[in-house]
């Protein structure tokens, strides 16, 4: 995508639960819940355990933000939402 100079960037991605024990359970729930659910619902296991893997290897946060930074984009930031299961991160070019 391009953006216009002063264009503002917004971005909805999963992204790390920060918390230690919330982390342990979303993990456990995307290990074992998402992949039987896509199993059960869209018979396709398959693309249920590439999803949950592919986020977890998704940057967190930080690292998402330092890219941002790194890419030119002027006052970056991000907003934990589902205490960061998912995360809004923005910022102008």
């Given amino acids: ?3 216009k100079p002063g264009g503002r ?6 992204s790390k639960v920060s918390d230690p ?3 342990t359970i979303y993990r456990t729930y995307s290990k ?3 992949p039987e659910l896509g199993a059960r619902v869209a ?3 398959d693309s ?5 893997e592919s986020i977890r290897r998704h940057p967190d946060q930080l690292q998402l933000l330092s890219q ?4 030119g984009f002027k006052s970056p930031s991000y ?4 205490f960061g299961v998912v995360a809004i991160h923005s910022g102008f070019k």
């Fill in 1 to 3: 995508r391009v953006l």
């Fill in 9 to 14: 960037f917004e971005c909805l991605e999963f």
């Fill in 21 to 23: 024990l919330l982390n």
């Fill in 32 to 34: 074992r819940v998402i």
């Fill in 43 to 45: 018979n396709d296991r």
């Fill in 48 to 52: 249920y355990d590439y999803l949950v």
């Fill in 68 to 71: 941002l930074s790194a890419a």
């Fill in 79 to 82: 907003r934990n939402l589902t």
